[in-house]
Each structure stands twice: as C-alpha cells, then as structure tokens.
C-alpha cells in the first residue's frame, strides 16, 4: 500500500559487510529520499535525488552509498565505513511537480551483528 | 544548512484536552510544511499541510498556522483521544523537494 515498497523489513549484517537495501515505488515520482531514523533524533536525510542518475549526499551521507539507474528504483549501501550502521530506515518519494507531501515505505530495520 | 526544531520532545495530555506541538525552520525559502503522524513500528503518514500562501489550516480535530515572518508553525490537536497517541514530525521543504524533518514529539492521551 502507497505505492513504495521497501525490502527486506528486517536485516541481519555482520561488521563488516555492506548491505544493500531496496527501494521501489510505482507512483510515477521523480523525487526520493532516505532517511535515518534513530530513537530521539527524527528523521535524518542520506541522501536524495530528483532525477534518473543525479542525487545529493544528505546530513548524514558517510559510509552510505546509493544509485538512481531508474526512476522507479532508488537503493541505498550501507558500507562497512559507516560506523553505527544500527538503524531503523525510511524510504520516501515525492512529485515534485506536483508540490504534493512526501510518501513513506514501510522502513527496513537494519541489526549488525 | 537548514534546520527544523521541534518542541517538545514529549507531551502528555489528558483525554479531552488540546495538545500544542511547535516548529521554527531555518530557510526562508521553505514554502510547504507538512506534519507526519508514526505510530510504533509504522510510516510516517500525512495528517496535515499547509504551504506559504496560507496562515492557517483545519481539519476537524487538527490544525496548523503558520507564521512566515518568525518562521513558525505548529500542531494543534483538540478534543484528544488515546488513538492521537504516537510520535507527530514536523518537516519543511521547498517546492515539495528535499524534505528536512524535525526530532519528532512523542504525544501521550491519558484516558
């Protein structure tokens, strides 16, 4: 439901390893983002794009890495370089044309172990 | 960079009562400010908008005003019941582009 869907709702990474999470919406958007969101801190910007294979680093872009191959698609690494990788993640997208609110996935909870 | 403050990081009300949650952004160029509704677990989900050209806005038992020249807005929830109880994120962004969000208020109903 809402037309962006995250994959998987839970992960499990070892230190060490990257870590690739999914990112797909159908609602025709060409904005989208990441978001980090820890107990306490709200919702912190990764990274962003508006356009097929142009995106912004956020606040909080190190140790991340993402692509934008597809309008639909926007997935985001986190790599061993990020340091506290332990995080609860949010996906959005928006029409910027449209001037309309930012739309949510059901977030990807991300454990290392 | 641009920031948004939000106040308080918790609030707790009494059934019935109104709650107030408040927000002042850095950009003057922000021009649409949307507030996110969480519940535990779950996504972030629209409750109310208002953009630049408007200094107030209801809907039902919600509503925002908006003051451009302090750079202000704020939440207002009346008549509260224990369903209102999750965490409520203010955000502002320019031409509905890059969202910046604040640290969130978790509100607590008392029945």
């Not at chain 2, 919600?62 to 203010?90: G, M, R, W």
Request: hydrophobic content about 30%; proline content about 4%; overall charge neutral.
């Amino acid at each position: 439901d809402g037309g962006i869907t995250q994959s998987p709702k839970y992960l499990f990474r070892k230190e060490g390893q990257n870590v690739t999470l999914s990112c797909e919406q159908n609602l025709n958007h060409d904005a989208m983002y990441w978001y980090r969101q820890d107990p306490g801190q709200g919702l912190r910007l990764i990274y962003y794009s508006q356009i097929v294979n142009d995106f912004q680093k956020g606040d909080i872009a190190e140790g991340y890495s993402v692509s934008r191959e597809k309008k639909e698609s926007f997935p985001l690494t986190v790599t061993s370089a990020q340091k506290n990788p332990t995080a609860f993640y949010l996906c959005a997208s928006s029409n910027t044309a449209g001037n309309t609110e930012a739309f949510f996935g059901q977030g990807t909870r991300l454990t290392v172990v | 960079g641009e920031n948004v403050e939000q106040h308080p990081s918790t609030l707790s009300v009494q059934e019935g009562d109104s709650a107030v949650i408040k927000c002042t952004y850095s950009d003057s160029a922000s021009n649409y400010f949307p507030w996110y509704k969480q519940e535990l677990g779950k996504r972030p989900q629209l409750i109310i908008d208002i953009r630049s050209n408007v200094g107030e806005k209801k809907d039902q038992r919600i509503a925002v005003t908006l003051n451009k020249t302090a750079k202000h807005f704020s939440l207002h929830i009346t008549e509260t019941q224990p369903e209102d109880s999750a965490v409520y994120f203010c955000a502002a962004s320019k031409n509905a582009y890059k969202y910046i969000f604040g640290t969130g208020t978790r509100l607590k109903v008392l029945a």
